[in-house]
C-alpha cells in the first residue's frame, strides 16, 4: 500500500477499516507521511474559506465596473449591498467549513480508532477468531447476529460487536456494551471508555461525549488522555457555533 497516495483518501473517510488501520499504523513512525497528511489536512481546510477572496476579488471588481474611474456618484446603498454581499459570502463560508470538519458526525469519524486485535485467546478461540474475521471483513450484519445468537459475553468478543453495532449506526446498543465493558478488567477497558465518548457523539449525545472525556482527562494514566483532549478542544471550537 502507498501511504502517500492515500492520504487524501484517509483525510476524506474512504479507506476501507483494514485500510485505515494499516494507514494509521503506519502514521504512528512515519514522520514524512505525517507531515505529508498534515499539511494535506491544512490545505483542505483553506480550501473551503480561500475562495472568499476570489468572491471579493469579483465584487471589487463589480464595483469598479460600476463606479468606473470617474464617476463619484457611486451610491451609499450600492456599497452597502456589496459589504452585504461580502458578509453573506464570509458567513456561507464559515457554515460550510464548520459542518464540514466540526460537526458531530465529522468529529467522532475523524477520531474514531479502528480496533486492532485484542492478542488474547481462551477456550473462545474459535468465536473470537471468527468474530475478528467478519470485523475485518466489514460484515457488521453478520458479526452482530453470530454474537447475539451464540451470546457470547466474553469481553474481547464484546469489543468487536460494540464496534460493529457502532459502525452498522446501531448506536443505543454501541452505547450499552461499551458502557458494560468500562466497568470490566478488560484488557482494553481504557479503550472502550474512549470508544464509548465517540458512541455518544455519533449518537449526538455531546453533553455526555463530553462529560466521558472529561472523565478520561482526569484520570492520571488513561492510555487515551491526549486524544480525549484533542477531541474536546474540537468540541469547543468557537467555530461549533455555526453547525446546522
Request: proline residues 1%; negative net charge.
Amino acid at each position: 500500500m502507498n501511504f502517500l497516495e492515500h492520504i487524501e483518501d484517509y483525510i476524506e473517510n474512504k479507506l476501507s477499516l483494514k485500510e485505515r488501520q494499516l494507514f494509521e499504523e503506519e502514521l504512528k513512525d512515519n514522520e514524512a507521511l505525517k507531515k505529508a497528511t498534515e499539511d494535506f489536512q491544512l490545505d483542505s481546510d483553506l480550501k473551503d474559506i480561500l475562495f472568499i477572496d476570489q468572491a471579493r476579488k469579483e465584487l471589487d471588481q463589480l464595483e469598479i465596473n460600476a463606479v468606473g474611474p470617474n464617476n463619484h456618484s457611486f451610491s451609499i446603498g450600492k456599497l452597502l449591498s456589496i459589504a452585504a454581499a461580502i458578509l453573506l459570502i464570509s458567513i456561507v463560508a464559515l457554515f460550510i467549513f464548520s459542518n464540514n470538519n466540526y460537526s458531530n458526525q465529522k468529529l467522532a469519524d475523524n477520531n474514531y480508532i479502528v480496533p486492532s486485535s485484542t492478542g488474547t485467546r481462551s477456550a473462545n478461540d474459535l468465536e473470537l477468531n471468527k468474530v475478528e474475521q467478519l470485523f475485518v471483513d466489514e460484515n457488521w450484519s453478520a458479526l452482530i447476529d453470530f454474537t447475539e445468537q451464540s451470546q457470547n459475553t466474553s469481553p474481547s468478543i464484546q469489543y468487536f460487536y460494540a464496534h460493529a453495532l457502532l459502525n452498522d449506526k446501531k448506536y443505543d446498543k454501541a452505547i450499552k456494551v461499551f458502557k458494560n465493558l468500562t466497568n470490566t478488567t478488560f484488557l482494553f477497558r481504557d479503550k472502550c471508555e474512549y470508544d464509548l465518548a465517540i458512541a455518544y457523539l455519533d449518537n449526538d449525545e455531546t453533553n455526555k461525549c463530553i462529560q466521558t472525556l472529561n472523565k478520561i482527562i482526569e484520570s492520571d494514566n488513561h492510555l487515551y488522555k491526549e486524544k480525549s483532549k484533542k477531541l474536546l478542544d474540537s468540541l469547543n471550537s468557537s467555530l461549533r457555533i455555526f453547525i446546522l
